[in-house]
Each structure stands twice: as structure tokens, then as C-alpha cells.
Antibody, heavy 122, light 106 residues
């Protein structure tokens, strides 16, 4: 049974860097078939895919155009987890953030983390 | 960018059939996935690649996709099916989500 456990702060100030981690059990971040994704949800933007990391003989990361200049998603093979960093946050980045697995690399999330509410406020 | 259009709300009588649509330009040429989300919970995958059910999802959930519309069908609707439902696909190197439909079981 795959489980994704998220951790990270829930309250931030504008201009800070958002950092979240997703610990994986029941699968490997180095899987040759899965991708590891970050998705957020807010009342104003709905569900929004932010990006992914995956391993296919080497590591790749893809990002949504809307956040491409501010985002980094990295794997951590020693801890079997992956992370999200979003720079220069504004109140518009207030959302529930989810990590999710795409088991077959077909752009579908079959397992989700529990979600982390991140509030950006001065 | 590609847009997916869902009705804001759908109502269905207990035990009847609910149909939730997801519109997009030539969506029938793409693979569509559906998620169910209950308040305070993460989304749950209920249909993938148009019409496939993950393990543990009741047969009452089915999907179809043709032309400009994908449809999630919930047969014999139960009170526990009341939730928000989202369609999603891959387009231009990104995941795209619909705005969501609130299903009310009367």
C-alpha cells in the first residue's frame, strides 16, 4: 500500500520560500515508471498542477508555466521522498498543497498525500 | 491553454443515475481521468483513461469520452456519492483540471 506523508510549515510571509516534503512508503522515488507530482487547490484557482519529478535512467523535472520561474521539485533518494520549493510567495499562493503519485507516467494521480494548507499573509 | 468545462452542480435522486460532463475541444482524442473529493479530504481517483476503474471503486462508476464531451456516470446513486467531481487530462506538457462539479444526492 502506497502512502504519501507531507510535512512543512503552514504559515508564511510574502517573499519567503515555501518548502514542503513528501515522504514515500510502499514505492520508490527512483521508480522507472512513476512520476511524483505537486498539485495545489484554492477557491480562486481550483486544482492546479505545479510540476513533477521522475527517473528514467536520469532525473527529470517538469513545471507548470504559471510557476516555472519560481519552482523547484527535487528527489531525495536517501530519504525516499521528494520536495517542493516555491520562491517569492504572495497571498495568491495560499492554497492546500498536495503531493501525488502517477504510477504509470500517464498523468493521473492514483495516490495523494493528506494535503497541507499553506497560508501566505503578512 | 486547454480548458475543461464542467457544470457547477448536478443533482440526482437517491438510487437514480447521475451524469457529470466535462467539455473540451476534441476531448475525445485525449485520455480523461476523474476524481471524487469529499470535504476536507484529498481527491480520490475513480476513473482513469476515460473508462477504467481503479481497484476498490464500485462498478456503479463508469466513464465515456467522445467528440467534445467526456462523461462520468454514477449509477444507483448513494448518499455517500455526494462530493465534488473533477475531470483531468494531459495537454501541452501539463496536467489540466476542470473546475469541478458538486454532486448533490436528494
Amino acid at each position: 500500500q502506497v502512502q504519501l506523508q507531507q510535512s512543512g510549515p503552514g504559515l508564511m510571509k510574502p517573499s519567503q520560500t515555501l518548502s514542503l516534503t513528501c515522504a514515500i512508503s510502499g514505492d520508490s522515488v527512483s521508480s522507472n515508471s512513476a512520476t511524483w507530482n505537486w498539485i495545489r487547490q484554492s477557491p480562486s484557482r481550483g486544482l492546479e498542477w505545479l510540476g513533477r519529478t521522475y527517473y528514467r535512467s536520469k532525473w527529470y523535472s517538469d513545471y507548470a508555466v504559471s510557476v516555472k520561474s519560481r519552482i523547484t521539485i527535487n528527489p531525495d533518494t536517501s530519504q525516499n521522498q521528494f520536495s517542493l520549493q516555491l520562491n517569492s510567495v504572495t497571498p495568491e499562493d495560499t492554497a492546500v498543497y498536495y503531493c501525488a503519485r502517477d504510477n504509470q507516467g500517464i498523468a493521473v494521480a492514483d495516490y495523494w498525500g493528506q494535503g497541507t494548507l499553506v497560508t501566505v499573509s503578512s | 491553454s486547454y480548458e475543461l468545462t464542467q457544470p457547477l452542480s448536478v443533482s440526482v435522486a437517491l438510487g437514480q443515475t447521475a451524469r457529470i460532463t466535462c467539455g473540451g475541444n476534441n476531448i475525445g482524442s485525449k485520455h480523461v481521468h476523474w476524481y471524487q473529493q469529499k470535504p476536507g479530504q484529498a481527491p480520490v481517483l475513480v476513473i482513469y483513461r476515460d473508462s477504467n476503474r481503479p481497484s476498490g471503486i464500485p462498478e456503479r462508476f463508469s466513464g465515456s469520452n467522445s467528440g467534445n464531451t467526456a462523461t462520468l456516470t454514477i449509477s444507483r446513486a448513494q448518499a455517500g456519492d455526494e462530493a465534488d467531481y473533477y475531470c483531468q487530462l494531459w495537454d501541452s506538457s501539463a496536467w489540466v483540471f476542470g473546475g469541478g462539479t458538486k454532486l448533490t444526492v436528494l
